[in-house]
């Protein structure tokens, strides 16, 4: 089977799967961002979808939590298809289904406590004690519970990824989206991220659609990959799949450290262009 | 040219159907709404203690220059004794509900425009959303529930302290005996005035909190602008809308009673 037939969703029913995607389409000012995208997320599994900077894979996932509503295109979770704006269906997705922001999204005037007990607090009719008593569970789980009187500002960027992490588990969700989850770590916090999720996925059991660019990380940590770009899934299957694919732009991608490694090499072995130097010096005189 | 209006015209006119329904919705949202004891509280707080003391300077103030300028025009016509019920009449009717307004829109109405600004900029709003959380629900139902108790008690506060205002200045500080001054303000308020004192005082809150609510949560659709310049504006704008429909909701208010 080709990579390219791999990336389409499956027709008809949506029971294979926990999330399927189907030829989603999204555009800001006439700019097509998703132009029919497909994915499809195994129950159980972790999911990443890779791709580079501006592709549109937090579009993806902000269309799939609800957040932005695609502009053609359906979701399917557990069986059912989702409708496009609000209504009970949708409301019981978002129950099930949990989003951690690439910029974390955490309340500032509310103690890391009071962070992680918000969305229980707010869609459930649990006793305060019973919400404390969960929310000091997952922050327990976490390593964050000694400092649960602190607020987000006073944590460091590694508990505030946590934290955010205890707040979009708390609801005990089957889905969790994380958006760039390594954005801006270096890469012992990027590996230390990876190995919470993959951690928590097994003790918690939830399913996770992880969107990164971090390619090393995403093929050890995941069950499967899928490749965005221009705003279509170019790849779709296992990380084995994806380093023995001979695809355009799944090459590309994987490759770009030996292109970058290629490129280095050919402008150390470039000679300056004769006066160059001269010029910019007087330029910048 | 006749475009350029038209296009600001269907503008001015969508926007003005989004915020109805904004406010609609976040009122809406408010009944059976779980747990909103603390965000009352602190909304009490943002919009009540915090501004009190602004609102009785200036009550106190306003008072003293009514019982200033009032007495001397007043004098003109050998009528100073008046000056208790002018004082009463105009602050209660008038000053006291719409600068009461003005002062909690300039000290809480600001911030929360901020507020809300920042929450979207930095995608809690978002974050509301995904976890299940109406966020009109979460921000802005507690705080228009809160305006309709705290504005008529400013209001209230402003009145009292300009009528004492006005008793320093035409009393003390000039030669109305002070009798004649509280007699004339107890024979001039009657539950009417009162009425329209919170009445206006009401209607104030809902509408200036709903805008200062209203533009920070869509800070993000300010054309042109994003993320700290879009506060910014958002803002300004909350405060400088809200100045005007106070004022413009007043001449309504007061065509409408009188």
Redesign the interface.
């Known amino acids: 089977m080709s990579d390219r037939a791999n990336t389409s969703a499956p027709a008809g029913g949506c029971a294979e799967a926990l999330l399927i995607a189907r030829g989603l389409r999204k555009a800001f000012s006439g700019k097509a961002v998703l132009d029919g995208v497909d994915l499809v997320v195994p129950r159980g599994s972790l999911v990443c979808v890779l791709g580079k900077s501006g592709t549109g894979k937090s579009v993806l996932l ?1 269309c799939i ?3 932005l509503r695609p502009d053609a295109g359906e979701i399917c979770f557990d069986g059912r298809t989702l409708p496009a704006g609000a209504g009970p269906e949708r ?1 019981a997705f ?2 099930r ?3 951690l ?1 690439q ?1 974390n ?4 005037s509310l103690s890391a406590l009071e962070n992680v007990m ?2 229980l ?3 459930t ?1 649990l006793r305060r004690r019973e919400i404390t008593g969960r929310a000091r569970d997952v922050l327990r789980v976490l390593e964050l519970d000694e400092f649960r009187e602190r607020f987000p500002s006073q944590l460091s960027g590694g508990m505030q990824k946590r934290l955010a992490l205890a707040r979009a588990l708390v ?1 005990r969700p089957e889905l969790v989206l994380f958006d760039e989850p390594t954005a801006g770590l270096d890469p012992l916090r990027r590996n230390a991220v990876f190995s919470m999720i993959t951690r928590y996925q097994v003790e918690l059991g939830f399913t996770a659609v992880v969107v990164t660019h971090d390619l090393e990380e995403a093929l050890v940590a995941a069950d499967r990959v899928a490749l965005l770009d221009e705003g279509r899934m170019r790849f779709s299957g296992t990380p084995a799949e994806f380093r023995a694919s001979g695809d355009g732009p799944v090459r590309g991608f994987r490759d770009s450290v030996e292109d970058l490694r290629a490129e280095v090499a050919a402008n150390r072995a470039h000679q300056p262009r004769p006066g160059a130097r001269e010029t910019l010096e007087i330029l910048t005189q | 040219m006749l475009q350029t209006i038209g296009h600001k015209t269907l503008g001015a006119v969508a926007e003005l159907g989004d915020f109805t329904l904004f406010t609609t919705r976040a009122f809406g949202a408010s009944v059976g709404a779980p747990r909103l004891g603390r965000r009352i509280v602190r909304s009490i707080y943002e919009q009540g203690v915090r501004c009190l003391p602004v609102v009785l300077i200036v009550g106190a103030f306003t008072g003293l220059v009514l019982g200033l300028q009032g007495y001397y025009v007043l004098a003109r016509f050998g009528s100073e004794g008046l000056l208790g019920t002018l004082v009463s009449l105009t602050l209660t009717r008038e000053l006291a509900p719409v600068l009461a307004a003005l002062m909690v829109v300039g000290q809480a109405g600001s911030a929360i425009a901020a507020e809300i600004g920042i929450q979207r900029n930095s995608e809690q709003i978002d974050a509301l959303e995904t976890m299940g959380v109406d966020p009109r629900r979460y921000l802005v139902s507690p705080r228009l529930l809160v305006a309709t108790a705290v504005f008529p008690i400013h209001a209230a506060f402003f009145t009292l302290v300009g009528l004492v205002g006005g008793y320093l200045s035409g009393s003390v500080l000039l030669s109305l005996e002070g009798g004649i001054y509280w007699s004339s303000v107890l024979r001039a308020v009657g539950p009417d005035d009162v009425r329209e004192c919170f009445i206006k005082a009401v209607v104030f809150g809902i509408v200036t909190m709903a805008i200062c609510c209203h533009n920070g949560f869509n800070a993000h659709r300010r054309a042109g602008l994003t993320g700290a310049r879009a506060v910014s504006a958002s803002t300004t704008r909350a405060v400088v809308l809200s100045s005007i429909a106070v004022l413009a909701t007043d001449y309504l208010i007061t065509s409408a009673l009188v």
């Open positions: 902000k939590a609800g957040v409301e978002r129950r289904c949990s989003y922001f910029s999204a955490l309340f500032d918000l969305p607090e707010q869609t009719a609801t």
